[in-house]
């Protein structure tokens, strides 16, 4: 056995009974066991705004670390000293930092006097963070060593991320309302995907969310997907979204078809929360051969952007009616499909979007929302990041005056 594997090993082992407060001195002590000066890790807020060490913060001490304002992003914004677990840190900003660059491209960066890398942390496809390692040097193979140890220090987080109050409170900034936390406790990763295709949501505003929800799921080689908007921004909002993705989730694993999810959605709603509605898009793409199949319950029409445009009214189709009526004998939603092509990306959002005002009253709007995506990705970004960098634009031009929830879907088969 290699050094590297007996330490990652030791690691793995000694992480079985303890808190995320002790992850740090563990994650520190394996990188100096790798030839690291100190390994520290940061996480990234629930906004995706800045990352905050994974530690009980020390206000009284002067953090070592580097300012939050914007450089240039070659450029190295910290010294190299050595790091350790109990050293205190500030958050940094994701926009405008090294560490944020590492973040935002998923992509090792290192200081211009190679003595400090930040590497990031995904969980499969999902940013969790970046961990901050500094070393004399870096050698290629010691930076093999710390991608290792980046990857297991992100299985380390996730394990406790369910349940271990640190972890939560270093990934938010503020309380959280009941009805957000409610929702947040229902609504999967926010990305998820695979080498063929990837999901990725957004929803906002975070700490506040009261009547949207998404959902998507991988499963016998399809992308399970809904999108919802219950009536409403309260409690029972949220607790009609999350009966509908309990419902939704129980039929679609009786394998049950699209209709019979909002057919279920529906009866259960208006059985048990009779007095709340709900808009939804419930879809699912076969990885295989790209087909896209999709019911749209009341909710704005998907959007279909093929080679940097928005493909015209190929998603628009007669809605059919809002879940939460008791339709009963009804007829069922009709199914829609459509064949993607490699490289297709399929927009999903709630119309809290489209109706955020800017200070003069105009709208967002369905234009400004796919032109901001199609510009995103012409730069080179990847789904979540497009999404981060439109929620930004959104907060920082417009106000929200309703839940805010995008999807973006890109079938990519290699």
């Not at 200081?111 to 969790?128: F, H, K, L």
């Not at 009805?179 to 990725?200: C, H, K, N, Y």
């Not at 009786?254 to 929360?273: C, F, K, N, R, V």
């Amino acid at each position: 056995m290699s050094n590297e594997d007996a330490v990652l090993s030791a690691l793995l082992a000694s992480s079985n009974r303890v808190t995320a407060a002790d992850i740090p001195a563990l994650i520190d002590e394996a990188g100096r066991k790798l030839g690291l000066s100190g390994a520290q890790v940061y996480l990234a807020d629930l906004q995706q705004a800045r990352l905050t060490p994974l530690m009980h913060p020390a206000p009284e001490t002067p953090s070592p670390n580097e300012p939050n304002e914007p450089i240039e992003p070659n450029e190295p914004n910290e010294t190299s000293k050595p790091i350790g677990p109990s050293e205190p840190s500030e958050p940094i900003q994701i926009e405008g930092s090294m560490a944020g660059l590492a973040y935002r491209t998923q992509r090792t960066q290192r200081s211009r006097d190679d003595c400090t890398a930040w590497v990031p942390m995904i969980d499969g496809v999902e940013r969790v963070g970046v961990l901050r390692v500094t070393a004399p040097c870096f050698e290629d193979a010691l930076m093999e060593s710390c991608a290792a140890l980046s990857g297991l220090a992100t299985l380390l987080v996730m394990a406790k991320s369910s349940h271990d109050e640190l972890v939560v409170d270093r990934t938010r900034s503020r309380t959280m309302t009941t009805q957000a936390e409610l929702l947040w406790a229902f609504v999967p990763p926010r990305t998820i995907g695979t080498d063929d295709v990837t999901s990725t949501a957004i929803l906002e505003p975070a700490y506040e969310a009261g009547g949207d929800a998404f959902d998507h799921s991988l499963g016998d080689g399809v992308l399970h997907l809904a999108l919802l908007d219950a009536m409403g921004h309260d409690l029972a909002s949220g607790g009609a979204s999350a009966v509908a993705l309990g419902a939704s989730r129980a039929t679609c694993r009786a394998g049950g078809t699209l209709a019979d999810i909002a057919t279920t959605i529906d009866t259960t709603l208006s059985e048990w929360i009779p007095d709340r509605l709900l808009t939804a898009v419930i879809a699912r793409l076969d990885i295989a051969t790209g087909q896209f199949t999709w019911i749209n319950c009341g909710h704005p029409p998907p959007l279909l952007i093929r080679e940097g445009h928005v493909v015209p009214q190929a998603m628009e189709f007669p809605a059919y009616l809002p879940l939460g009526l008791g339709l009963g004998q009804a007829a069922a939603p009709d199914e829609h499909h459509i064949r993607l092509q490699p490289g297709d990306r399929v927009l999903l959002y709630s119309d809290g979007v489209t109706e955020a005002r800017t200070s003069d009253g105009s709208l967002f709007g369905e234009q400004r929302l796919a032109d901001s995506v199609i510009r995103s990705m012409a730069s080179g970004n990847a789904p979540p990041e497009t999404l981060r960098r439109l929620v930004r634009n959104l907060h920082e031009h417009h106000r929200l005056h309703d839940d805010a929830t995008i999807m973006l879907v890109r079938w990519h088969p290699h």
